[in-house]
């Protein structure tokens, strides 16, 4: 679902303190506000009917703080009821009343249908606790607003109702700004029906355990599927969405349970889709959905130890401390928890055949298997894991590619390694192996509809992998901005190359001489770039970021600094939002001195949350 997140925080600003103590007053009144203890054994069970263990009302100072902490008085007590107890599709909430606990506060209802009873709902809205020092249980510092779905049941089937609630509630908290939705995994209709609504797996273990459990499923029924189609879901509604052109067989019993194995209690025959009826068959699980990230834009990061594996011989540039230093300065600059971490999958080889001859892919991974030190050129240093971490990270831009188009984030930055963008067809170089910018453009062609992909490559070298693979394309758009090719590496990127056959015009090569500085790159991306992207109307861009064009890098010349970088983050979110819904998904490439490749990716990724990045205050070192 897609928020004008510029909007977080819809219920303005705060309210003055008397406004929300008129509200208690009044509720206190009508009997909807009480005290609560917060012990599960005295909470309702579900369908018992019992009451909470409600207590006396708390005092007033007691009620304000816990008011302030969860909302920041944006919502008055009075409106927040009225915000929760919605009536939709005839289902209406009774008895609504909210319990403050310690530091949380209880939303408490019966569902009615009419007259009847039909079900209740109980929600628990608290702060979580951040540790300020690791490893010690003090002190902390408030952290993310969440929403505990303690418990919904429904005795009459609804179609729709509980998901046209949850999307109500989901608009309003994230006005609110609470930023997770967690979900209580003995939840019964948990298996699938909130996987369907977005929410994944908490625990990414027993995510990778789900996973196989279902690829045992394909195996012991015999299905028509490949294990790369399994391997490569990283989300539960992924999972939920599985296959649908392939029904299998589940059996329920008087209860409702089903399974995929018929027996004494479950001889009730259905036939669902594989991955929802997987879902339905499988262990309940716990699960969180991201509704508001704390910045206006919500940036996925896909990331992945895989990264690492891909080892280059010591001294070379191309290492994976770049992407250690990367995640350490992430973690430092508190950025985890406004960040949504997407997972890399392996790609089928269909998509990467759509790029890369597979004969040449052969030849890659019989090298890294026969434990090669380089591949095609001595530049190239690889190592046993140097073919799986490629493919990964290719995995990785279609990752991000998914996440912008189903809407689980707004952007998406691609910290991957090795690199792509001198990859051709079927040759390696300049540390690059598979061109992952160019498997996303393709991969994006053929699974999310569009036409139109426009990549930005502003690595300091020119992207001639990227170039040749859509020379005759003419919906691609490829633009480099490099250090002029008289004298840098690879030495193509000339100005009057602009594609060829239908693709001519649709290459732009921007070379700036060296020592250029900020103010001639982003002349030239105001000059030519910006008017390049405005006629050409993208409906996808992806940015080849490389970082070594910064001033500090030691293998490129053009002098800039973050200020540059984020200039052009700013405007190429700008052309984004004009043309294609904001959808911009960044791809490392370069970037080779520590320093200089953290400082500016942070300000990068800070600038693709939309916030406003002073660079010198995030360069480091
Ligand atoms: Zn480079």
Known sequence: MMFDTTRAGGFGDPLPERDILEGFDRLIAEGKIYGAERNPDVLKKSGSGESFLAVAVPSLRRLLSVWDRLFGNRVSPVEL???????????????????????????????????????????????????????????TRPG????????????????GYASALFRRYERVFH???????????????????????????????????IRDRLWDLVWRLDLPVAEQEVRRLTHMSDVAAFRRDLPIPVYRNADGYYATARDASRHEEFRFPLGK???????????????????????????????????????HPESPKRLEAL??????????????????????????????????????REAAARGDRHFAVRDCAISAGSYEAALLAAGGVMAGI????????????????????????????????????????AYARSA?????????????????????????DPETLFISLHEHPSFCYPGTGRRMDRGKGAGVGATLNVPLSPHAGDREMIDAFER?????????????????????????????????????YVHMTRRVLELADRHCEGRVVSVLEGGYRMESLVSSAIAHIKTMQGREVSPCSSARG
């Open 81 to 139: 009821l009225r915000h929760l107890a919605v009536e939709i599709h005839g289902f209406e909430h009774r008895e609504a009343i909210l319990l403050f606990a310690r530091g949380r506060l209880l939303y408490d209802c019966q569902i009615f249908q009419g007259k009847e009873a039909v079900g209740h709902l109980t929600l628990d809205l608290y702060r979580e606790r951040d540790r300020v020092v690791p490893f010690l249980p003090f002190p």
């Open 144 to 159: 993310r607003r969440v929403v505990y779905i303690e418990g919904i049941s429904l005795t009459r089937q609804s179609t």
């Open 175 to 209: 006005d609110l700004g609470f930023h997770l939705f967690r979900l209580k995994a003995s939840l019964s209709v948990g298996k699938y029906y909130w996987a369907k609504e977005g929410f994944d797996c908490s625990d990414r273990e027993q995510f990778r355990e």
């Open 277 to 315: 009826a997987f879902l339905l068959c499988s262990a309940p699980w716990d699960g969180f959905k991201v509704i508001y990230t704390d910045t206006p834009r919500r940036t996925g990061l896909v990331w992945s130890e895989g990264f690492l594996d891909h080892e280059s011989r010591p001294g």
């Open 327 to 364: 995640f350490t300065a992430i973690r430092e600059e508190g950025m985890r928890e406004s960040l949504i971490f997407l997972e890399p999958y392996i790609p089928a080889m269909e998509s990467l055949h759509a790029v890369h001859d597979p004969a040449y892919l052969d030849a890659f």
């Open 402 to 441: 998914d996440a912008v188009f189903s809407g689980r984030s707004d952007n998406a930055f691609c910290a991957v390694r090795p690199p792509g963008h001198h990859a051709g067809r079927a040759q390696a170089m300049g540390f690059c192996f598979i061109n992952n910018v160019a498997v996303g453009a």
């Open 448 to 472: 999310c509809g569009i036409a139109r992909v426009c990549i930005l490559d502003w690595d300091a070298h020119h992207g001639n992998g990227t170039q040749d693979l859509f020379l005759e």
């Open 528 to 564: 030519e770039v910006v008017p390049a992207i405005e006629a050409f109307r993208p409906e996808l861009i992806l940015l080849s970021a490389g970082f070594d064009a910064h001033k500090d890098d030691p293998i490129a010349d053009l002098e800039c600094t973050e200020k540059a």
